[in-house]
């Protein structure tokens, strides 16, 4: 049986339209295969956490809550640093015209 983790790595290569990628232990590779979306190849890397950053859910409620029928986006960054984009993977599926096997197509923040 999957751990928790792998689980959530073949859900989301699902979700991508790529595959989980198996690795022996101790072996850096890649816990998914690149998807092209446009022409640009994007390399995924999943993390499982048991729960997400508070300041990431509200901000994405926030968000929300501003335009509910728009996709909430959070762009987040250090002091001085460069942002990152946060977002549904329901939504980025959306985004990038991707059309998989099985979405979790739930818009609760973080999902």
Do not use: N
Not at 6 to 26: C, D, H, M
Not at 34 to 62: H, N, S
């Amino acid at each position: 049986m999957p751990s928790r983790w792998g689980e959530r790595e073949l859900k989301t290569a699902r979700a991508l339209g790529a595959s989980r990628q198996t690795r022996f232990r101790f072996e850096s590779k890649a816990d998914i295969t690149p998807i092209v979306v446009r022409g640009l190849a994007i390399q995924a890397e999943v993390k499982t956490r048991r729960a997400l950053p508070r300041y990431l859910v509200k901000g994405l409620e926030q968000a929300r809550k501003y335009t509910p029928r728009a996709i909430p986006m959070l762009v987040i960054s250090e002091h001085g640093g460069s942002s990152l984009v946060v977002l549904p993977l329901a939504a980025f599926c959306e985004i990038a015209s991707i059309e998989p096997a099985h979405v979790d197509v739930s818009r609760k923040a973080g999902t």
